[in-house]
Structure formats: structure tokens, C-alpha cells
């Protein structure tokens, strides 16, 4: 039988912010495999985004490990942690960062500064296309 690796680990991991004595997240042994779905519930400020921030590198623990696939990427013995880039994970947050006030398209375009009316406009259809939203640039 062959040894079921979970792709991501967390072991001990703590985070405490600066100010605050209680820690957002204390002790957590954690593992996460492959095709497995995971839902974090708890209430506002129980931890779940700093996890997930954890997970993905934008943070560091302060106690613990994290492993992805058995490798370390942070904390214990370590001394550099694995940049977001490097570790594959993605993450996207509940509350997107769009304008309510403006259309799809010029959210889209937003992010496409340096670029000429054509071309940005032709690059924004790409994006829209990609993601199923084409055809829907007017709506806010």
C-alpha cells in the first residue's frame, strides 16, 4: 500500500499579531489531501484568513511548520521560507476587489495601465472570455 502524502500540512503552526495577546491561530495540526475539499467556518476573527494567508505565504508563523507535499516551506529549521510564488497554492478571497461603481470592463482594465486603447481593449476581451464573462462588459 502506498504512503498517502497530504499535500498541505500544518503542524503546531501558531500566528500572533502585534497588539493583540491572543493568537489568531494556536496549535493547528492540519492536513489537507489531494481532491479533498476543505471548508474553514468560524467566526469573525477566529483565524481563517490568517490560515489561509499562512498556507499561501503571505504570512509567516510564528511557532510551527508548514508543509506542502512533505517539504518544508516555513517555520521550524528553516531558514528562508518558500516565497508565495514558489509554493503553487492560490488563493482568492471572499470579497473580490472590484469597484461597485464602474462596469465590468473597467474593472478589468483597471490593472492595464501602459498599454494603448486597442490593445488594452482587445487584452480586457481575452480575460473576460477566459474566465465565461463575455458579453457581459456593461453590467456593474
Known sequence: M?????????????RRYAGNPVAAVNGVDLDVFRGEILALIG????GKTSLLRLAAGLESPD???IH??????AGGALSREVP??????????????L???ITVERN????????????RAERVATCLELV??????TRF
Open 2 to 14: 502506498s504512503e498517502t502524502v497530504p499535500l498541505l500540512s500544518f503542524r503546531a503552526v501558531v
Open 43 to 46: 467566526e469573525s476573527g477566529s
Open 63 to 65: 511557532d510551527g511548520e
Open 68 to 73: 506542502i507535499e512533505k517539504k518544508l516551506v
Open 84 to 97: 508565495p510564488e514558489s509554493r503553487q497554492l492560490g488563493l482568492v478571497f471572499q470579497d473580490g476587489a
Open 99 to 101: 469597484f461597485p461603481h
Open 108 to 119: 478589468v482594465a483597471y490593472g492595464l495601465t501602459g498599454r494603448d486603447k486597442k490593445n
Open 132 to 137: 465565461g464573462l463575455g458579453g457581459k462588459e
